[in-house]
């Protein structure tokens, strides 16, 4: 019966690629990079245990919702959403839940593919030999000789969206499932020899106590209100992404188990993340909370001085870009199921348009960095700006619908059915978090803001 509907989309061949593909759009900058800066400024261990209990309290309830309103609905996000609250017989506005999503995950690529190219740029530098000189007086002034450097990070820029392109152009099957398949066991592999290697040389002893003692006195509401985006960042929840993967995965397949499994691998790559990091930095007596320059600026100045570093110093940023790759993709996917669907193009030209489109915004990013980096407003550069909105304004609110939508506006019996093999009260104890927890807890992140002036003062 469901065959005679033309399925607009192929699915994932198996269970595993889809859980490959979305371990590998969750797994990326936000684990290596953010996750362990974030850590070392939020008083280490107390962070991590605010982070796990959002990742496992909220964060995997809303990525059940969304991949079950996905495989539903069968389509690019706001399609899928439509087409539910359609059978759902309620208004087609609650799409909006999916256009978040696809707008959102426009303008994260647009300087996720800045960033990822900041990675490859210091793997090329670092397998060549030129990080050899990197000392703590002259690293942060090698970073900003990168990052200002405009054609540099726009060849980057170029070639990581190239890349990206290439692979989605490819389709489900041939181009993201055929990527993630190659690359995520490379990057467990890259990952699992750096920990060896950076707990045998480096301040194993140290970094224990760092991540499992929590400092509570360096935690406030912002720590808190950082540590749940970061949790939605890093799950790639309520941008579209985890939708459109979840359309694309066999009716036979448990999304709650598959949602436990995915936010499980992604935490452990953040922590082992962190352990691939902090024992460096210990050893080496560098400042665990040096904020966002922790892995360009301070840990290349240890691969300068480790024996075999540069080589180690390659591998890690190679780790990083494979990372961002393969969320790349799921970023780019949902416009391009859309374009697909919508505009009714082919796969191909959708991924080639959209791609650019996305390559043109991020010229903004690019530019905050040298030319234009004195034009701000707002928050700051036009980087500045885009990476507040998704972050800390579309990732909420794209998770609030998507909460109340499944938990308030869809009959029960139709999300019984997405989620036919949960034990009953698995099922009402996620319905319960979706419903009152996770609401409360991003409209929190609002309030929040309202007492701390951010929207509008200088919070
Ligand atoms: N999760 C990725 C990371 O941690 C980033 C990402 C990929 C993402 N797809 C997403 C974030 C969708 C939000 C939404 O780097």
Known sequence: MADSVKAPHENWSSRTAFIFAAIGSAVGLGNIWKFPFEAGEGGGGAFVLIYLAF???????????????GRRGHMSPPNAVKKVAQQESRSPLWSVAGWIGVIGAFMVLS????IAGFTLSYMVDSFSGSLSSLRPDNSEAYFNGVT???SLILAWHIIFMGITIAVVARGIRGGLEKAVTWLMPVLFAILLLLVAYSLYVGDAAETFRFLLEPDWTEVDLETVIQALGQAFFSLSLALGAIMAYGAYVPKDVSLSRSAFIIAGADTGVAILAGLAIFPIVFQ??????????????????AFAQMPGGLFVGGAFFLLLGIAALTSAISLLEPLVAWLEESKGISRVQSAIGGGVSIFILGMGTVLSFNHWSDFTFWRGTIFDNIDFLTNNIMMPMGGLIIALFVGWRMRRISVRDELSTMSDFGFRLWLIMLRYVCPLALMLIFVGYAFKGVLFGDG
């Open 55 to 69: 990742v496992f309290g909220i964060g995997v309830p809303v990525m059940i919702a969304e991949l079950a309103l």
């Open 111 to 114: 300087f996720y593919s800045v």
């Open 148 to 150: 200002q450097n405009f």
């Open 284 to 301: 080496y007596g560098l400042e665990p909370g040096a904020g966002p320059g922790l892995v360009f600026i301070t840990l290349p100045i």
